[in-house]
């Protein structure tokens, strides 16, 4: 799974999937008034694909209830997903569905889908993109170490190596949590900044975004010491 926790409440299943799509490389807005053919309609997530050519748009409503969610909610969302011209539907419930919810969304444009489900329709395209945005950032941090900078003072030399020192580590470290994660585990890494302090992360999404945050800060560190 992307995320180890269930969400607490409704707002929180909003922000949990329109981080998935985020992290997927979708805009999207939580809690959007659209235009459909029989008026106005709120959604809890909109979500424009802008990976696809034409952009393809989501739909997506959440439904943190303690029941399983009947089959008058999914032809309810089935008409606004249909009404708006969105290209896909995703009705996502905390509980799942009753029997004839799966009947109302069958041969259409509308997927029903629990929690877990969700992150598993989306794990190889997050999963992908990720660890894709860890090469990026692996390579600019490559380019960074590798510039030529003439003239170098003798604290300039020193943070040059501590920063050349702690990308290896990192580099390491994200190389090693993803080769974790491929074997289906929760990564546990060093730090790039204490070599003897493990980091336990409760998710997977959690490591993701600590690795890529750590590229971000020390290159900004970096190009802000020496004012590049």
């Known amino acids: 799974m992307i995320f180890n926790s269930e969400p607490k409440n409704w707002q929180e299943l909003q922000i949990y999937v329109s981080k998935i799509f985020t992290d997927c490389g979708c805009e999207n807005q939580i809690e959007k008034d659209i235009e459909t053919v029989r008026g106005k309609v709120n959604i809890d997530v909109y979500v424009v694909d802008t990976l696809n050519t034409p952009n393809s748009i989501y739909l997506c409503e959440c439904k943190y209830w303690n029941n399983a969610i009947p089959k008058s909610v999914v032809h309810s969302f089935r008409s606004v997903v249909s009404d708006s011209g969105a290209h896909h539907g995703f009705l996502i419930a905390k509980k799942g569905f009753q029997s004839g919810a799966y009947e109302a969304s069958s041969s259409t444009n509308l997927s029903i ?39 170098l003072s003798s604290s300039q030399f020193e943070y040059r190596e501590k920063i050349v020192i702690m990308t290896t580590r990192l580099v390491s470290s994200a190389w090693d949590g993803t080769e974790q994660i491929n074997k289906l585990k929760i990564p546990i890494i060093y730090s790039d900044i204490n070599p003897h302090e493990k980091i336990k992360f409760n998710s997977k999404y959690d490591f993701f975004h600590y690795v890529n945050k750590r590229c971000l800060d020390i290159i900004d560190d970096f190009n802000s010491f020496f004012s590049l």
């Open 113 to 151: 889908l629990s929690w877990n489900e969700f992150q598993e329709m989306f794990y190889k395209r997050w999963l992908e993109t990720m660890t894709e945005n860890i090469k990026d950032n692996i390579y600019l941090m490559a380019k960074m170490t590798s510039k030529d900078i003439p003239n």
